[in-house]
C-alpha cells in the first residue's frame, strides 16, 4: 500500500505525511529505509521521544492540537506545525523560534467539519489573526498555508464541499495577505479515508496513517 501512496503523491505532485502516532519505531525505520522522509505524530512527549531514536534528516509534522506550554521541546527540530488556531500560539512558536535561532514552519488550521468537537478557526477568526501579523510581523514564522480535516462521513459530496470550501479560503487568503510571498503555499487536507478527494479539491499535502501502518489500537 506504501509504494501506491507514493507514486500516487508522486504522479498529483503532493507531499506525503506518512502518520506514525502509536505505532514503533521499527515501523518508522522500515518506511524510512524505502525513502519516506515526512513523518507526522499528534502528540508532543511521542514525536520527542521517536526523533531522538530516528535519523535526523526525517521531517517531522505535528498533526495535532498543540499546548503552547509544549511548544518549547519540538521548537528545534519540527518541520511543520498543522494545527495552529490561535495568535496566542503563533507567538509562542514565534518565540521558541528565536530561542532556538530557527525558523519555523506554521499551518493555520480552519474548522471545516461539521461536528462541533473539531479544532480550527472559521473564516473571520482567521481573518483577524492574519490582521494582526500584518501589523505586527513575526518573521521567525513561516507561515506555509492552511489545515482541515473533513466531517467524518460516507458522503463524499460533502466532503468534497468541505475540501473546497478550504481550498477557497487559501485562495483568498493568499490573494489578500500572502500575494507576493512564495512560502504560502500549502494546503494541508485529507486522511486515509478520503485524500483522493483532496486531492482533487487541490491539496499539496495528505496525512495518512492507516492505509500505510494499518489500524491503529
Ligand atoms: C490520525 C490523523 C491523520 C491520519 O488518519 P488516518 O485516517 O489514519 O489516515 C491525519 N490527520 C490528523 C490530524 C490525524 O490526527
Do not use: C
Not at 90 to 113: C, G, S, W, Y
Not at 179 to 191: K, L, Q, R, T, Y
Amino acid at each position: 500500500m506504501y509504494n501506491d501512496l507514493k507514486a500516487f503523491a508522486e504522479n498529483h505532485n503532493v507531499t506525503l505525511v506518512a502518520v506514525s502516532k502509536t505505532k514503533p519505531v521499527e515501523a518508522i525505520r522500515a518506511l524510512y529505509d524505502l525513502g519516506q522522509r515526512d513523518f507526522g505524530e499528534n502528540k508532543v512527549q511521542e514525536m520527542v521521544e521517536k526523533q531522538s531514536q530516528l535519523p535526523a534528516d526525517i521531517r517531522w509534522h505535528l498533526i495535532g492540537h498543540l499546548q503552547k506550554n509544549k511548544v518549547k521541546y519540538i521548537a528545534p527540530f519540527v518541520a511543520m506545525i498543522h494545527a495552529v488556531d490561535s495568535l496566542e500560539l503563533l507567538t509562542t512558536i514565534q518565540n521558541q523560534a528565536i530561542k532556538n535561532n530557527r525558523q519555523i514552519p506554521v499551518l493555520i488550521q480552519f474548522h471545516i467539519a461539521d461536528e462541533t468537537t473539531k479544532f480550527g478557526l472559521s473564516y473571520d477568526e482567521a481573518e483577524a489573526i492574519f490582521e494582526e501579523i500584518q501589523k505586527n510581523p513575526m518573521p521567525e514564522l513561516i507561515i506555509a498555508g492552511v489545515m482541515g480535516m473533513a466531517t467524518f462521513t460516507e458522503d463524499k459530496a460533502q466532503i468534497k464541499a468541505e475540501f473546497q470550501q478550504l481550498k477557497k479560503y487559501f485562495d483568498t487568503i493568499k490573494a489578500k495577505y500572502f500575494a507576493n510571498d512564495p512560502e504560502f503555499i500549502h494546503i494541508s487536507m485529507g486522511m486515509s479515508g478520503d485524500y483522493p478527494i483532496a486531492v482533487e479539491a487541490g491539496a499539496t499535502m495528505i496525512r495518512i496513517g492507516s492505509a500505510i501502518f494499518g489500524f491503529r489500537d
